[in-house]
């Protein structure tokens, strides 16, 4: 191939990958169906390798086709199909017209020891059980942050005034869009990542692909031994120095006539800056090392570990149940399938595709029910907000969540409206209740049930045991709060996937009541 449309060919397939990218991350009309966005985003590396861990298909082998291509031609990645790079690269574009700079770059040393603290650190937060690290470096995420904090409102507003033009002449195929919250801290966060890659992009071309991003990280690690590659030819190169100039990855020595290939991100800017043709990519052997860039033993370990610990986290996560954690065994363990959102976010889907975890409910939940998760939700659930019975219950006459959450993952809702939101049902296990177990009276789970959904039976000698009646339970957790039985509940929440309604419950007369939280439960 032509050398010199290497950077055009680079340039175009950016722009293909990037437009539709940005449009899935800032479409409220879902145009697209599924298939289109899944196809969209296969090739997102950190999303393709999250989601294949959770279940592996043909739709989850992005990230295996992107350690192909860094394998064969380098970097491509990070200069074709990261919608991050292809920001960096209007930056570093801007950069370049206000400063007019001739000397643009100069070779920088590798700056291993950042490169593999930012790689390392949030694979470890990852493997303690929050992917927090990973969320806040991963390029496609970043990438997404921007657009839906950014670029989207952008759109919105474009739609709206568009709409409206339309409505003045009687046309409404067009419909306006509100925003009904602004995120703040969130979108802080991501005004301080964006200004830190501006800053390094303005400043230093890639510097955040290749001492920050992770994935830039592990993916400079295959391509130095990636079969395509840039090359010096020392017999045709004049050592001028400008290709080392306009390599935005700072990683061409010139004095050396040397490529550091894990910072090289494929981009082809000094194939095309190069008078003669003294600069190449081509094919080369992937076995020729530099005597000084030995494998470091060590890195090499680390990703074997981890790797291991991924396939075996695929597993586990494909099974994975909420288990009560018990502190001493007891007669019969609970499984929960489902985990409780809070009242108003619908479905767990849907919560879980709209919550950013911002955790402003969890501090305004006055009996401390919202707590963060690990995998109730499953994997992409994790750290957000859950209801943990074992913690609190959810209050009868309060909906504070509901007014209180910035990103609409948790709707608005009427006191009358929650009140009759069933977020799962009651189930009961006799097998550990103390009536059957000690064969004594207790009826804490009754007692607390604020719409008696939970009520009294007759039992064995003159006892009475809790019965459930599904159709007036609202899954609010104050029964599993009270029992009693340690260290597995004989009554506990299972989590509607999909909210429903109960019904209200007008028996003899009374109206369903108040809980009050202030009130010290029993045992």
């Not at 393709?48 to 992005?62: D, E, Y």
């Not at 899954?475 to 996937?497: D, Q």
Request: net charge positive.
């Amino acid at each position: 191939m032509n050398n010199s449309l290497l950077r055009k060919i680079r340039i175009t397939l950016s722009i293909i990958f990037v437009i539709p990218t940005t449009f899935v991350l800032i479409d409220f009309t879902g145009l697209l169906p599924e298939s289109a966005i899944n196809g969209i985003i296969y090739f997102q590396f950190v999303p393709s390798l999250l989601k294949s861990i959770i279940v592996f298909s043909f739709l989850t082998t992005g990230f295996i086709l992107v350690l192909l291509l860094t394998i064969f031609f380098g970097r491509v990645y990070c200069s074709t199909i990261c919608p991050l790079g292809f920001l960096q690269d209007v930056v570093n574009y801007i950069s370049r017209k206000i400063k007019n700079r001739k000397r643009r770059f100069l070779f920088k040393k590798e700056n291993k020891i950042l490169r593999w603290t930012f790689l390392v650190i949030p694979v470890i937060i990852f493997l303690f059980g929050s992917s927090l690290g990973i969320a806040l470096l991963d390029p496609y995420s970043i990438y997404g942050r921007v657009a839906g904090n950014y670029f989207r409102p952008v759109y919105i507003f474009g739609n709206n005034i568009a709409a409206s033009i339309l409505e003045s002449f009687k046309m409404y195929w067009m419909f306006p869009f509100e925003i009904h919250a602004f995120n703040l801290m969130p979108f802080l966060i991501t005004t301080l990542i964006l200004g830190l890659v501006i800053y390094m992009s303005f400043t230093n071309g890639r510097l955040y692909c290749n001492t920050v991003c992770p994935v830039g990280t592990l993916l400079g690690f295959i391509s130095r031994v990636s079969f395509f590659r840039i090359q010096i030819e020392k017999e045709d190169c004049l050592n001028c120095g400008v290709c080392a100039k306009d390599c935005k990855a700072n990683c061409i020595n010139s004095d050396e006539m040397s490529v550091d290939m894990s910072r090289c991100v494929a981009c082809f800017n000094c194939v095309k800056s190069c008078p003669t043709d003294g600069i190449k990519y081509k094919l080369a052997n992937p076995l020729q090392f530099n005597e000084k860039k030995k494998l470091d033993e060590s890195k090499r370990n680390f990703l074997i570990a981890a790797g291991i610990y991924l396939s075996a986290l695929s597993t586990v996560l494909g099974q994975v149940k909420k288990k009560i954690v018990a502190k001493k065994e007891s007669t019969v363990p609970i499984f929960r399938e489902y985990a409780i959102s809070p009242p108003g976010s619908i479905s767990i889907d849907r919560f879980n595709s709209k919550c950013t975890a911002c955790h402003l409910c969890v501090s305004a939940c006055p009996t401390q029910v919202l707590q963060p998760s690990f995998l109730e939700y499953g994997f992409f659930g994790m750290i957000q907000p859950r209801l943990d019975n074992l913690a609190g219950f959810c209050n009868f006459e309060c909906k504070i969540c509901t007014d209180v959450c910035p990103t609409g993952a948790i709707l608005p809702l009427e006191l009358g409206e929650k009140k009759l939101v069933q977020l799962g049902k009651a189930k009961f296990v006799k097998e550990n209740c103390i009536v059957e177990t000690e064969k004594t009276d207790c009826g804490a789970c009754s007692e607390h049930c604020p719409t008696k959904a939970v009520h009294m039976i007759p039992y064995q000698n003159q006892l009475l045991i809790p019965e459930v009646r599904e159709e007036f339970c609202t899954g609010c957790g104050a029964c599993e709060y009270a029992c009693p039985t340690k260290p597995y509940k004989s009554i506990y929440i299972e989590g509607n996937p999909v909210h429903q309604l109960a019904k209200l419950n007008l028996e003899n007369g009374v109206p369903q009541k108040e809980v009050d939280f202030k009130e010290e439960f029993p045992f």
